[in-house]
């Protein structure tokens, strides 16, 4: 069974930072791309960010580009979401998703699991 748990997640004054994380087990975390995807209150959920299998590829949305960070370990089976320069916009729950077999998430289809979700609110 496919779990996927963030942590992290908190109340930040806009210039701030964050770390997110995530662990996953119930599957051979290091065959899948994994990524962040977040929903803010009244908004799609949209791409944050994702990571290859590998760790060597990485992809960003051009909002976050420059001021966020993904990285994985897969000895631990963690994916982690390094957020800097933090603005209210950031506002959002973020979510931990797996890739589709064979595929780097980067819109909602291709995602086949995904954690509850942890909150980051960003105060001005």
């Known amino acids: 069974q496919v779990q996927l748990v963030e942590s992290g997640g908190g109340l930040v004054q806009a210039g701030g930072s964050l770390r997110l994380s995530c662990a996953a087990s119930?599957?051979?975390?290091?065959?899948?791309?994994m990524g962040w995807f977040r929903q803010a209150p009244g908004q799609e959920r949209e791409f944050v960010a994702t990571?290859?299998?590998?760790?060597?590829?990485?992809y960003y949305a051009d909002s976050v580009k420059g001021r966020f960070t993904i990285s994985r370990d897969n000895a631990k089976n963690t994916v982690s979401l390094q957020m800097n320069s933090l603005k209210p916009e950031d506002t959002a729950v973020y979510y931990c998703?797996?890739?589709?077999?064979?595929?780097?998430?980067?819109?909602?289809?291709?995602?086949?699991?995904w954690g509850k979700g942890t909150l980051v609110t960003v105060s001005s």
């Open positions: 998703a797996r890739s589709r077999a064979g595929d780097i998430a980067r819109s909602s289809p291709q995602v086949d699991s």
């Open positions: 990571i290859r299998w590998s760790g060597i590829r990485t």
């Open positions: 119930g599957f051979t975390f290091s065959s899948y791309s």
